[in-house]
């Protein structure tokens, strides 16, 4: 049963004969998946944070009917050793307000840990509101593998008698069968500005010049004028306080690349700015401004959560002080794809021949793989600017196949595929083809039709080159020419008995090399 109490079919075993046939339905996405034994039991390999649920276990009887039972689970995970931090600075007992004194942080536990604080064995009770006495805050992460961080900031007003303190801090951890544990950190000690009187050498004119100033030189200075005669109430002495600013560098709750799965209902990542005066403290993504304080805070995790965070410390009355700090956010999860449809270049269809260039985006990580159905396609672009977002691009020819087939591209990780295929719909004939054809068609015929011409012309006359010269030769000495009219009878014999074996002899000369 999921958080939303909707239920999903893990597995499901039926009886074969004597033997129980197991079958694992849905793993929902747990590496290794759920097993099923020969009883019918339901195994969880490797115990992981998301196993923490209900289960339902359903008999089905036929016509006895159906019963279920319900078993609850709880994981639990012991926490890492303890670490503490201590204040490496100079604190002063001068200070009216609470001093940062250490932060404690116990990581990878399950369920949350619970941090307490203890001066020279003895337990503090500080509250988690602000207080003039002390107070402590406590930030609690939770990481990609499900298990939770705590670290917890202790703040004390601070008096001489702690000089010799030893503090230390300890984690508490829930176990099985409601046992707890304990994993104490190491002591320490703290080392404190007591605010006694030193004399300071001054030049002839008076001058106090600091040179290197740390912030240990915080304090209370005062000049006193002796062995000068005056007034009673002349003044000789004057104080000065001098508060050194600094900022100390930024602390971040989470690592440099954090990484979290997708949909993620709450992450929370807390910046430590420790500094005098108290800075001011904003986060900001890919350099948008987000919100303003040391948590932050993000709900729902999509890809668009994706990015460089940043925490920026500053101090108002100190402009040029100011640090910052960053961590990149890495969503976790099956891949998601964006096609960019292309459109025909006129009307509403394709023509083949056409070449259309098909881009697929995709965005996940680990950084999915693009691969296509035609083709190698181009190598995919790295992710610019943040996004996360790379493409792979494929030019085809579009073709009364292809139109037909489709042309589909897949973004796949270790998480899961996606696909899109790309249509091109009706694809008309080329024009200029039909227009070649049409005339090849003429040129062939011509062709033939002056094959046959030259043929016929060889029939006639035995030789090459003989058609087109009906030139008559002139007439045996003798024989007197015939007119006009009557040369159209022979001409039209000549035709008809055209031949060696002709009524038209060959010594009669009628026409000269007539085809």
């Given amino acids: 049963i999921d958080a939303s109490g909707k239920r999903h079919l893990l597995a499901s075993a039926e009886k074969q004969g004597s033997e129980l046939q197991s079958t694992v339905h849905d793993p929902r996405g747990r590496r290794p998946p759920y097993k099923l034994d020969s009883h019918g039991r339901l195994g969880l390999p490797d115990a992981q944070v998301g196993d923490a649920r209900d289960y339902v276990c359903v008999v089905k009887a036929g016509a006895a009917g159906t019963s279920e039972a319900t078993a609850r689970v709880h994981v639990f995970a012991k926490p890492e050793p303890t670490e503490v931090t201590p204040n490496k600075g100079t604190l002063s007992v001068m200070e009216e307000s609470p001093q940062e004194i250490a932060t404690c942080s116990s990581r990878n536990g399950n369920p949350v840990p619970q941090i307490t604080w203890y001066r020279n064995g003895q337990r503090l009770e500080v509250p988690t509101e602000m207080n003039p006495d002390g107070y402590m805050t406590s930030r609690t992460v939770r990481e990609a593998s499900g298990l939770h961080s705590l670290t917890s900031t202790l703040y004390l007003r601070l008096h001489k008698a702690d000089r010799e303190a030893t503090y230390h801090c300890a984690a508490h951890y829930s176990q099985p069968s409601g046992q707890h544990g304990r994993l104490d950190s190491p002591a320490f000690h703290l080392t404190l500005h007591d605010g006694k009187e030193a004399v300071l050498n001054v030049n002839l004119e008076g001058n106090l010049t600091l040179e290197g100033v740390r912030r240990g030189q915080s304090g209370t200075y005062g000049c006193r004028v002796e062995d000068y005669d005056a007034a009673e109430d002349v003044q000789l002495d004057q104080t000065l ?233 002139a007439p045996p000495p003798g024989e007197p020419e015939l007119s006009q009219s009557g040369s159209e009878q022979p001409e039209q014999t000549g035709l008809l008995m055209g031949g060696p074996s002709g009524g038209a002899r060959s010594g009669s000369r009628g026409f000269g090399d007539e085809c």
């Fill in 241 to 473: 306080e001098l508060r050194v600013a600094y900022l100390d560098p930024l602390e971040l709750s989470a690592s440099e690349k954090l990484l979290v799965f997708l949909n993620s209902s709450r992450t929370v990542v807390n910046c430590s700015a420790r500094g005098l005066p108290a800075p001011t403290v904003r986060w900001t993504k890919d350099s948008v401004p987000l919100e303003d304080g040391p948590v932050l805070s993000l709900g729902s995790v999509t890809f668009d959560s994706a990015g460089t965070y940043t925490c920026e410390a500053s101090t108002p009355t100190v402009p040029l002080l100011s640090r910052t700090e960053s961590f990149q956010l890495m969503v976790q999860g099956s891949p998601e794809l964006s096609p960019q449809e292309m459109e025909p270049r006129a009307g509403d269809t394709w023509t083949e021949g056409d070449e259309v260039r098909l881009v697929c985006s995709a965005r996940g990580y680990p950084e999915p793989k693009l691969t296509w159905s035609q083709g190698a396609g181009t190598p995919a672009e790295p992710p610019s600017e943040g996004k996360g977002w790379i493409s792979s691009s494929l030019t085809v020819k579009v073709t009364s196949t292809l139109a037909r087939e489709g042309v589909s591209c897949e973004a796949s990780n270790i998480y899961g595929k996606i696909g899109h295929a790309f249509h091109f719909g009706a694809v008309a004939p080329q024009t200029a083809q039909a227009g070649v054809a049409v005339m090849a068609v003429a040129v062939s015929v011509g062709l033939l039709l002056l094959v046959v011409a030259a043929f016929y012309c060889m029939r006639r006359k035995g030789r090459p080159g003989c058609c087109g010269r009906a030139e008559k030769a």
